[in-house]
């Protein structure tokens, strides 16, 4: 079985500046994906990035980049330039590929409030 | 376009009754999936559809769970006799080419008094 592990209950930050949420995983799957959601108070998950496994170029998206490191079974989100709208729960998340389905197995989650 | 939608937004229930959450995927989507997130379980994958059949079915929590869906769109996800514990947020997903991809609804709100 997948888990997937967020060790930061909440994180803060001030508008502009940058901010990293942690994420670690354990599976003993070669073939998968990780990903950040991010949930704002409106419920509704967004897809932040994405990061194949088999991949060894970390993912970035405008100013949201990751740290991935495979052998560490480690996938952290860096967030630049914070603003405002940033403000939310975001959710590291893992999917075992090679099947025709996904389905996703989530961390706990991470309160981020970016403070003005 | 239109996202994925699912009605109602915050059911009240008394313990016992049964309850139906809807959930409408984005057009032409055949993959579908069900999620609930709870404060004690955090979020946990619940059922998967492709197209009408639901290949899986492991994260029913127990057998007062049921889903379905009709002409590979609509589902609907049946709780039937609520206990306190099924209160949480039921989150709908659809994706289309792959399931990298799930687009998710704004969710259910169930609260079982």
């Known amino acids: 079985a997948q888990t997937v592990t967020q060790s930061q209950p909440e994180m803060s930050v001030q508008e502009a500046e940058t901010v990293t949420l942690s994420c670690t995983y354990d599976t003993s799957e070669n073939n998968y994906y990780l990903f950040w959601y991010k949930q704002p108070p409106s419920r509704q998950m967004i897809l932040v990035i994405r990061?194949?496994?088999?991949?060894?170029q970390n993912a970035t998206e405008n100013r949201f980049s990751v740290n991935f490191q495979k052998a560490a079974k480690s996938f952290s989100l860096k967030i630049s330039d914070s603003q405002l709208g940033d403000t939310a729960m975001y959710f590291c998340a893992f999917m075992i590929g090679g099947t025709s389905y996904g389905k996703l197995t989530f961390g706990q989650g991470t309160i981020l409030t970016v403070h003005p | 376009g239109a996202g994925v939608s699912q009605s109602p937004s915050n059911k009240v229930t008394e313990k016992g009754k049964d309850v139906e959450l809807r959930c409408d995927p984005i057009s032409g989507h055949t993959a579908l999936y069900w999620y609930r997130q709870s404060l004690g379980q955090g979020l946990e994958f619940l059922i998967y559809?492709?197209?009408?059949?639901?290949?899986?079915k492991s994260g029913l929590p127990s057998d007062r769970f049921s889903a379905e869906r009709t002409g590979g769109s609509v589902s609907t996800l049946t709780i039937q006799r609520t206990q306190q514990e099924d209160s949480a947020v039921y989150l709908c997903?659809?994706?289309?080419?792959?399931?990298?991809?799930?687009?998710f609804g704004p969710g259910t709100r169930l609260t079982v008094t």
């Open positions: 990061q194949e496994a088999y991949k060894q």
């Open positions: 559809f492709q197209g009408n059949s639901a290949p899986d």
């Open positions: 997903a659809s994706s289309s080419n792959g399931p990298l991809e799930q687009y």
